[in-house]
Nanobody
Framework: QEQLVESGGGLVQHGGSLRLSCAAS????????MSWYRQAPGKERELVAR????????NYADFVKGRFTISRDNVNNAVYLQMNSLKTEDTAVYYC?????????WGKGTLVTVSS
């Protein structure tokens, strides 16, 4: 079945960097846009970044623009989120997401904790 598996989360100090990875399987990855969302405790899930199927267009939430970069590898069926200049308010569970033809597909998430 369709699966998304995130990895790369962890604990970093403010100002540090992390690179999140999402491995996709069970669908034709290159046909779909991919997104990263995040959810902090007590807050609603929010869109962080989105990339089109070919990787030609990238969109970012205002709160990460200039700090985060989304990318994809359609050969290896993976999407990435490079996070630089991390802030404590970036602490959240980060989820990989794909809107497939008949369903939404979510990963289980990977926790990013930014310490002060």
């Amino acid at each position: 079945q369709e699966q998304l598996v995130e990895s790369g989360g962890g604990l970093v100090q403010h100002g540090g960097s992390l690179r999140l990875s999402c491995a996709a399987s069970g669908f034709t990855f290159s046909n779909y846009a991919m997104s990263w969302y995040r959810q902090a405790p007590g807050k609603e899930r929010e869109l962080v970044a989105r990339i089109t199927d070919s990787g030609g267009t990238r969109n970012y939430a205002d709160f990460v623009k200039g700090r985060f970069t989304i990318s994809r590898d359609n050969v290896n069926n993976a999407v990435y989120l490079q996070m630089n200049s991390l802030k404590t308010e970036d602490t959240a569970v980060y989820y990989c997401y794909a809107r497939l033809f008949i369903m939404d597909c979510w990963g289980k998430g990977t926790l990013v904790t930014v310490s002060s």
